[in-house]
């Protein structure tokens, strides 16, 4: 008896010491709330505000996303936009583009049409320095373009060659904080109200324009790691230097 009697003991103090965890746990999880009384606090589902209200469906002249044949520009027999006169081709799309929008300011800023319409030197006009980069992977250049307005917004566009007709496949209006080319896609960085963050906008080709493929957030810390360009220029404050 006397030679079990150690064993015994140390077999009770094992029992001891497990119970004595079982209740710290226990007691731990309590004061970290993993086992919370009372109610739930409640969530509040969306709240659908006019519900009944629906835009009417756009009409032809509201449909800035559409590919639209630029007229008045020659025949581009390689299909590629190197061949064609950059401001021509500018010039005659806002031209006809502010026709069509009947001065309702959707499919372009009448001041940009204004801008272009007796413009001779690019440069002279708000015109921005033409891109060409192959943009559907078929071995041509587009050509890319912007027509600043004001010195806030710009109007940019994308040109494709189709059947030998130059046809205009992206149409954006914004404010142009930083637009980058990558792997085919364009990325366009917009302002928002929050000088933290800026919208980022990619676009792809889809077969027949420059549709888009994603919209999201970024800060403007990442928007300057990855681009190097600065975010949003604070306003002046009242009364201060301009």
């Not at 140390?10 to 010491?17: G, H, S």
């Not at 497990?18 to 969306?46: F, I, K, N, Q, W």
């Not at 659908?48 to 800035?64: D, I, N, T, V």
């Not at 889809?206 to 360009?229: F, H, V, Y």
């Amino acid at each position: 008896m006397a030679e079990r009697a150690g064993p015994d003991r140390r077999r009770v103090r094992r029992l001891l010491l497990a119970g004595c965890l079982v209740a710290v746990l226990t007691g731990c999880a309590d004061m970290e709330g993993l086992h919370r009384d009372g109610a739930a606090a409640s969530v509040a589902p969306p709240e659908p505000l006019w519900p009944q209200s629906r835009p009417s469906p756009a009409g032809p002249e509201q449909q800035r996303g559409r590919p639209f044949v630029v007229p008045g520009i020659a025949k581009v027999a390689s299909g590629d936009m190197r061949d064609a006169d950059p401001l021509a081709v500018v010039k005659a799309d806002l031209t006809a583009t502010e026709r069509e929008d009947r001065g309702t300011g959707r499919l372009v800023d009448r001041r940009a049409a204004e801008r272009v319409a007796g413009c001779v030197r690019a440069a002279g006009c708000g015109v921005r320095e033409p891109v060409l980069r192959d943009l559907t992977d078929d071995g041509r250049a587009e050509l890319i373009t912007a027509v600043d307005i004001d010195g806030r917004a710009s109007e940019m566009r994308v040109y494709h060659v189709v059947d030998g007709s130059v046809t205009r496949v992206f149409s954006r209006r914004a404010v142009l904080e930083g637009v980058e080319l990558a792997a085919g896609h364009l990325a366009i960085r917009e302002p928002t109200s929050n000088d933290r963050f800026v919208y980022v906008s990619h676009y792809g080709w889809d077969g027949r324009m420059m549709a888009l493929i994603e919209l999201k957030l970024d800060t403007c810390r990442a928007l300057k790691q990855t681009s190097g360009l600065p975010c949003v220029t604070p306003s002046p404050t009242p009364g201060g230097p301009s």
